[in-house]
């Protein structure tokens, strides 16, 4: 980690340097890579600012607090730094889970499909109880409700059956034959 401190207002002291790179060392678990810190400690009458820009891998964060004692704000600048890291690294554990995941459902479909589309991705994803039912409650209940398909299981036979409007307004009915 590459850090570096400027003064404003202020000499800088020894121990200022020491402490911020002691605290900023914490943040190391964080990246694999090299991490580019800068801080600028101000003082302005009695307000201590402490401003902290962090810059790795194509991700800026920035923090800037202010208290009474340089220690405080210093250790507030890099909680808050190491909150909006925690952010980050959640957001992106979240989208390569979320491709991960996209990506074991794309290996699901069948060739023929792939090959018409290669951009075809499964968006959304319900899980329904099947209700048994005859073929005219399934009609009925489509005709009922803004529907444009019912997936239901017959009740004569237990086959899982699916009913849906067709373009030309004709209804179409698929059974699943084990």
Known sequence: MKISVTFRNTEGENWQNEYVEERL?????YFDHPVDAHVILSVEKFRNTAEIHLMANGVNINSKEQEKDMHLAIDNAIEKIERQLKKHKEKVRGFKSLSARSGDEGGE???EESEDSPDAKVVETRKIVLKPMSI???VLEMETSKNRFVIYRDASRENVCVIYRRDDGALALMEVSR
């Open 25 to 29: 060392q914490k943040l190391k678990k």
């Open 136 to 138: 005219d409650d399934a």
């Open 109 to 111: 479909t069948s060739g």
